[in-house]
């Protein structure tokens, strides 16, 4: 299809996902004809390094050798098939291997093809359970304040990050909202390393008020990625998982975003060496590959959906692409890559540069509130005021700024509101750890210097 002008054509068809259409006027899509690594190139060559890993999703570099593969050979023998009353090899060698690696006692696993359709899958389970257990007062959820777990209904209602939900108020589930970690804000004047989680005092009264009547408590463990990468410390989750014991609530660990060594570990509820009652992946799941996503629970929930046909207690949810043999091919395969051990050594080596890095640069910058890591994860915070923590107004939109100056000079950033972040695939390399920050750091400069600040 020679001589067609691809950013016109786009914009003539597609509305693209979380952007206000109106900013494409200026900057247009970028289209992209092929990615090897953490770059991606567009159809004039040009390459920009995935610092976001698209969207979070790319775990091991795109078109990975070993994943493509996989891939190419598992679309020669079986593209998909009804996963209700049939099964294919891949999917329960997935299950077989994977299970090793979960969180004690996580071992039966429903599928889904997207992070938001197994928050909905993980509700619902939870509800299911105690309606049919005799505890039938049992219908609410609680989630932290900033929270985001997805753009589907049930799962937009436990967010509360107010640029996705406020609109839809009207028609969202009432969430018990329980007041999350802030560590850069933290009203008890303590810091990560110090603190005993004070902040935790308010789950305790909300438990107080609402745990005789909650089924499930959803949590994105250690890290609020959307609401600005904000991290708190393993101490949250040991004190979430007693109070929920104590009121027999479920807790429903979202590591959509987490899972798959993104923060250092293999799970994010690793580093608090305690286990939830379901736990939601995806993302990480396939390497960026293909929609795949998991509800992961525990015999005891499994069996009070255990019965004869006539009690009606089955869990009667199903999704199209449950269970994709494609997916399940990529998944395996980044199971493969993860198995050999090199990503591990890899992450123990370039971890602590990466971040030592990240702070040399921007650490001594006057609109520097705070550099925060887990993981290859690191964020900056920019700030109008250091002392006082004061945020820029978001009506500048400095953190845009910042992408498009970074786009320009090749590095794929996506910043949250005024919070500069990289999380990118496991695989990046130090010299373009350098070149990413300096990048970074430059358009920074830039854009505070351009706006007066």
Not at 84 to 105: D, Q, T, W, Y
Not at 195 to 204: N, P, R, Y
Not at 325 to 337: E, M, N, Q, T, Y
Not at 340 to 360: M, S, W
Request: glycine residues 6%; proline residues 4%; charged residues 25%.
């Amino acid at each position: 299809m020679n001589g067609i002008d691809w950013q016109k054509e786009d914009l003539n068809y597609i509305w693209h996902p979380c952007s206000q259409m109106k900013d494409y006027i200026d900057l247009p899509p970028i289209i992209i004809e092929r990615g090897e690594g953490i770059n991606l190139y567009d159809i004039e060559g040009k390459c920009y390094k995935d610092v976001v890993s698209s969207w979070w999703c790319n775990l091991l570099g795109h078109c990975n050798p070993k994943i493509s593969a996989r891939l190419k050979k598992q679309a020669d023998t079986l593209e998909h098939v009804i996963f209700a009353n049939f099964s294919h090899k891949g999917i329960i060698e997935l299950c077989m291997r994977l299970s090793k690696v979960m969180p004690h006692g996580l071992k039966k696993f429903n599928f889904s093809d997207n992070g938001s359709s197994s928050v909905e899958m993980a509700m619902k389970m939870s509800f299911q359970y105690f309606q049919q257990t005799g505890q039938t007062q049992k219908t609410r959820f609680m989630a932290l304040s900033d929270a985001y777990h997805g753009e589907t209904i049930a799962a937009l209602s436990a967010g509360d990050c107010d640029l996705y939900t406020k609109i839809y108020k009207p028609i969202l589930m009432d969430i018990i909202r329980i007041k999350a970690p802030d560590c850069y804000r933290c009203p008890y004047n303590k810091t990560r390393d110090n603190c005993d989680c004070e902040c935790f005092s308010d789950c305790i009264k909300q438990f107080e008020k609402y745990g005789n009547v909650t089924a499930g408590f959803l949590i994105e463990p250690l890290l609020q990625g959307s609401a600005g990468m904000k991290i708190y410390p393993p101490l949250y989750l040991k004190k979430l998982r007693q109070i929920c014991d104590k009121y027999n609530v479920h807790i429903i660990a979202d590591e959509i975003a987490t899972g798959f060594y993104r923060t250092g570990k293999f799970f994010a509820f690793d580093h608090a060496k305690t286990s939830p009652d379901i736990m939601c992946i995806s993302k990480g799941l396939t390497g960026g590959y293909m929609p795949m996503a998991a509800v992961v629970t525990n015999d005891k929930i499994y069996d009070a959906f255990f019965d004869e046909y006539k009690t009606k207690k089955a869990f009667m949810h199903s999704h199209t692409y449950a269970g994709n043999p494609l997916g399940a091919s990529c998944a395996l395969a980044v199971l493969d890559i993860l198995d050999e051990g090199k990503i591990q050594k890899h992450l123990e080596a370039v971890t602590p540069y990466f971040n030592a890095l990240i702070k040399e640069k921007f650490l001594n910058l006057k609109n520097t509130g705070e550099v925060r890591s887990i993981g290859l994860i690191n964020a900056i915070e920019i700030v109008l005021d250091k002392n006082k923590k004061q945020s820029f107004d978001p009506s500048l939109r400095l953190g845009y700024q910042i992408y498009k100056k970074a786009l320009k000079k090749g590095v794929l950033l996506r910043p949250l509101g005024d919070v500069i972040y990289f999380n990118p695939p496991l695989i990046i390399e130090k010299k373009d750890m350098d070149f990413v920050v300096k990048t970074a750091y430059d358009c920074t400069i830039e854009t505070l210097k351009e706006n007066g600040f």
